[in-house]
């Protein structure tokens, strides 16, 4: 065959569906449902094109300083990238290898995170979360492991732990990596671990522009973490690529950190619009995890995931579903606008006769 031993060997994370035309209700990518800022969108229109002529910035210096402005660090703090599914891709080949001791994540995350061990040839074990799917840090500690990966909030549960647990790991395991997978914190009631990494050089916070920052069609993710894990990051994605991050989404993005206003607003109306329906749906027998993220991962008891998804389906509104034994009855549901939830909402209660 003509394949590498290694790619024959793949099986490839699996993207959620993006509808070619037709008028669906999407809620299956947790996308934002609002445009990116005005000034991004300005940056853009007003992009001097005759500038795609050069090569961008291989280290988008503009973007970074905007960027450890907000963050409360220093520009040598920050790398960023072709989305956090790239920054995570190169920290896993950056910080792990195939030890005998494995890389830890929870049984219910981010299904990336053993595609990017199978690339790298990376050990790993998969913790199981609690009955809620919470995850029990004291599982994670007194353990042989060359490096823990946790999104916070998980995906698709929603669930956070508070910065206490990320110390306890961080001061665990000096001479491990600590990856905080924070794509959805904005949503959350817990501030960013961000801060933290001043004082634990071996905490990496991953972040991206695609959900909070309507950004997810521009590409562009970033860490924040020590001055050394930067400088590994970046000797790895010049292994790589060394142009991630196109000119035109350096640009959209800095602005879009500037604008801390229409930030605020987005985010806030977000969370609303996700009180409000998951309210609506315990109201019509739903049961679901207490999430801090742009989606709900909720389940309808008696009836099973599959029905439900296709039943929503024949209504017009995608939602994603995981076929993995503990969570195939469960629906993640981004949150869109309040009128695709109230619409949502409706088809819910249509579906189960409430
Ligand atoms: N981490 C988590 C937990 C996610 O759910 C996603 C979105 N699929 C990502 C990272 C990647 O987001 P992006 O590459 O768009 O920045």
Do not use: H, W
Not at 117 to 128: G, K, P, Q, T
Not at 248 to 276: H, M, N, P, Q, S
Not at 320 to 336: A, E, Q, W, Y
């Amino acid at each position: 065959m003509l394949m590498s031993r290694l790619a024959s060997g793949l099986v490839p994370y699996t993207p959620g569906e993006q509808p070619k035309g037709g008028k669906v209700i999407k809620l299956n990518t947790n996308e934002n449902p609002y445009p990116p800022s005005p000034r991004a969108a300005a940056a853009i229109a007003s992009f001097d094109t005759s500038r795609l002529r050069l090569y961008p910035d291989p280290t988008a210096d503009a973007l970074r300083a905007a960027l450890a402005d907000a963050e409360g660090v220093r520009e040598e703090n920050v790398f960023v990238g072709n989305g956090s599914d790239e920054v995570l891709s190169l920290a896993f080949a950056a910080f792990f290898d195939d030890a005998s001791a494995p890389v830890l994540f929870p049984d219910v995350t981010y299904s990336f995170y053993k595609v990017f061990c199978a690339l790298y040839r990376i050990n790993f074990e998969e913790v199981r979360t609690d009955g809620g799917f919470a995850v029990r840090v004291n599982d994670y500690l007194c353990r042989e492991t060359s490096g823990i990966v946790l999104a916070n909030p998980n995906a698709p549960t929603g669930l956070s732990l508070p910065s206490g647990a990320f110390r306890a790991l961080c001061a665990a395991y000096p001479d491990k990596v600590i990856i905080a997978d924070e794509a959805y914190v904005d949503f959350s009631p817990l501030p960013s671990l961000a801060v933290l990494t001043a004082e634990y050089s071996n905490l990496l916070v991953v972040k991206t522009f695609s959900k909070s920052r309507s950004l997810a069609g521009g590409r562009c993710g970033y860490a924040i973490g020590d001055a050394s894990l930067i400088r590994t990051l970046r000797t790895v994605k010049n292994c790589f690529n060394s142009y991630t991050v196109n000119a035109l989404t350096a640009a959209a993005a800095r602005e879009a950190v500037l604008d801390a206003e229409y930030f605020a607003d987005c985010v806030g109306k977000i969370k609303a619009t996700r009180e409000k329906t998951a309210a609506a749906l315990r109201g019509i027998g739903f049961r679901m995890t207490d999430s801090g993220a742009n989606f709900l991962f909720a389940e309808y008891p008696g009836m099973s995931g599959e029905e439900l998804q296709s039943e929503l389906r024949a209504r017009g509104i995608i939602v994603r579903r995981f076929d993995s034994p503990r969570i195939k009855d469960f629906l993640r549901i981004t949150i869109g606008t309040e009128e695709d939830m109230d619409a949502f909402v409706r088809a819910c209660a249509e579906i189960t006769g409430q």
